[in-house]
């Protein structure tokens, strides 16, 4: 069994974005040699989260609306009392910092539609990390 560690860092520059990394991770599952298994996308952080859907302008901007109208980031909410971005830590528990694909025949299998988003909930950020970690034969 091989496991491989693949880096990426991102630099955000909204509050919140969506950062399209489809590229990156399918680079390190490539990068791997691991012919089939399992590839984490995890992103380190408690005010992000990963995301597979659709790169579409119309869909993001629904995606980003629907995300601010759930973690409501002008409440006033207790964390913020200590660090403004308690919104951000809600939608990073509530979405997840990790998704899971399988590699098969050395390719990361995903839906024709789908592509490997970072969820910026508290930016901008200089950097931000997420590990791609490849597991298998």
């Given at each position: 069994?091989?496991?491989?560690?693949?880096?990426?860092?991102v630099s955000t520059?909204?509050?919140?974005?969506?950062?399209?990394?489809?590229?990156?991770?399918?680079?390190?599952?490539?990068?791997s040699g691991v012919?089939?298994?399992?590839?984490?996308?995890?992103?380190?952080?408690?005010?992000?989260?990963?995301?597979?859907?659709?790169?579409?302008?119309?869909?993001?901007?629904?995606?980003?609306?629907?995300?601010?109208?759930?973690?409501?980031?002008?409440?006033r909410w207790n964390?913020?009392?200590?660090?403004?971005?308690?919104?951000?830590?809600?939608?990073?528990?509530?979405?997840?910092?990790?998704?899971?694909?399988?590699?098969?025949?050395?390719?990361?299998?995903?839906?024709?539609?789908?592509?490997?988003?970072?969820?910026?909930?508290?930016?901008?950020?200089?950097?931000?990390?997420?590990?791609?970690?490849?597991?298998?034969?």
């Amino acid at each position: 069994m091989k496991v491989y560690f693949h880096d990426i860092y991102v630099s955000t520059s909204k509050k919140f974005e969506l950062v399209d990394i489809t590229g990156q991770v399918e680079d390190g599952v490539k990068r791997s040699g691991v012919k089939n298994g399992i590839c984490l996308v995890f992103a380190p952080h408690a005010t992000a989260a990963i995301i597979a859907n659709e790169h579409e302008r119309g869909l993001i901007e629904d995606i980003l609306t629907k995300i601010k109208e759930f973690v409501e980031p002008e409440r006033r909410w207790n964390h913020n009392l200590i660090d403004d971005n308690a919104h951000a830590h809600i939608g990073s528990a509530i979405i997840g910092a990790d998704r899971v694909f399988p590699v098969r025949d050395g390719e990361l299998v995903r839906g024709t539609w789908q592509n490997i988003f970072l969820v910026e909930l508290d930016g901008p950020r200089r950097e931000r990390h997420v590990l791609v970690e490849v597991i298998g034969e």
